[in-house]
Each structure stands twice: as C-alpha cells, then as structure tokens.
C-alpha cells in the first residue's frame, strides 16, 4: 500500500511538471505598471531564437503585419506573423538563392522591397505577392544603384555611383522600468543588437541581437489600436 501511496505521489509530480513546463519555457518580463512586456527569444518561435543578418516589418492588404528575418548570410528568409504581439506565430522559413548576406534597403510599393548584397552591392527584389513566402526577383542587365526610390507605384528609379557596405555598430540595449520612479528596475539586456524596427501602430519595439529576436510589447498601445481598428469596421 505504502508503495503504491509513493508511486501516485511520484506520478502526480511528473504529470504536475509536464502540466508546468510550457510555463516555465515562457519568461515574459514585465514593468510593475505591466504597460511593457519583454519577449525574450526564448518565449518566441524557434526560428526567432537564432541570429541574423537584417530583417524587415511588412503589411499586407489583409490586415496580417509579418516580420522577416534574413538568417544564414542570405541562405534563409524566416517569416513571423506579428499581428498580434501578444501571440507571435511562425509562418514559414524559406531557402533563397541569394548570392550572400544583403539588406533590405527600400519599400518601392505595397508588394515590393528593394535588397542589396553586401558584398557586391548589387541589388535584386524581394516580392510579397505572397506575403507569407515571398521570393527573391534578380534584376537583369542593371548596373549597381549608388540609391534607388519609388518611382510610382510600380517602378523605382536607380542612380549609379559608388556603394561601400558599412556594418551597423553593435550595441546592448536596456529596458529600464520607471513605473515607480523612486525605485527604477533594470528588467533585462539585450545584446549586441545591429538592428531595430518599430510598429508604431502596436507601439511594439523589434530588436535584432546575438541570442536572435527580442521583442519589447506596450499594452496599452496595442489595445488602443484596436479599438480604433474596431471603430473604423463599424464605420
């Protein structure tokens, strides 16, 4: 009887930790005020928690707001669905054959990114006809842009000169907690970050680091998007 009472107790636990451990993956950081929640990579997809090279924020005609990360020196375009910060989701990791590592360096329309590789400065397209799997577009018999820009809705204007890659800087960024102001809290680090976006609808701040995809949340701006997105269908 003993040995059974034990092993019950014994069973409880394991089923117990099985039910915990999909909480204890996830290590939100939040303010005191909880109007700012960190994502570390950890909490993210799997495909978020490697390094990159750059990555783009594009929106479709759907409503759907998709972060692209550039992984494996051009090898690989990893797609996030970051409609909702709150729930990101992966979509799709696509191989690509691109000549290197590139950036993305200019939206020439609703469905169109410009790209250059870093090493030969030559530039290529990055199509979001299909926005969750976009597909690189060489462009033939061009010669390299020193800067290129819009040109209408469906062309874009290249004038040539000299290009020289210049890498970004790394540096570690700090979210400080001021929401008592009399006893401010250091709530993580994130570093060695080369890239940043921001979503200035959602207020949600993308960093780009050594550990891969950190993404910093507000709440409150995120709920007030709604509701206006809410009012606008009502409308």
Do not use: C, W
Not at 59 to 81: I, M
């Amino acid at each position: 009887m003993k040995h059974q009472t034990i092993h019950r107790f014994a069973t409880g636990l394991i089923a117990l930790a099985t039910l915990m451990a999909p909480l204890a993956s996830r290590a939100e950081l939040h303010s005191k005020s909880k109007q700012i929640v960190v994502l570390l990579p950890k909490d993210l997809p799997e495909q978020a928690q490697l390094s990159g090279e750059s990555f783009f924020l594009h929106s479709d005609n759907a409503g759907s707001t998709y972060l692209y990360l550039e992984q494996r020196e051009g090898a690989r375009l990893t797609v996030l669905d970051v409609t909702d910060p709150a729930r990101i989701k992966s979509v799709s990791t696509i191989p690509l054959d691109a000549e290197g590592a590139f950036d993305f360096i200019q939206l020439l329309n609703d469905r169109a990114e410009l790209i250059r590789y870093r090493q030969s400065g030559s530039v290529a397209v990055l199509d979001f006809a299909k926005a969750k799997r976009p597909t690189l577009r060489a462009v033939a018999s061009m010669d390299n842009p020193g800067t290129a820009e819009p040109l209408g809705v469906t062309a874009f204007l290249a004038v040539g000169g000299p290009y020289s890659y210049v890498r970004p800087v790394p540096h570690n960024f700090q979210v400080v907690d001021v929401s008592t102001p009399s006893d401010p809290v250091l709530l993580t680090t994130i570093k060695q970050v080369e890239h940043r976006i921001v979503n200035d609808e959602t207020g949600t701040t993308f960093l780009l680091g050594s550990d891969g995809l950190t993404v910093i949340r507000q709440p409150g701006v995120e709920e007030d998007y709604q509701a206006h997105e809410r009012q606008l269908e009502g409308n």
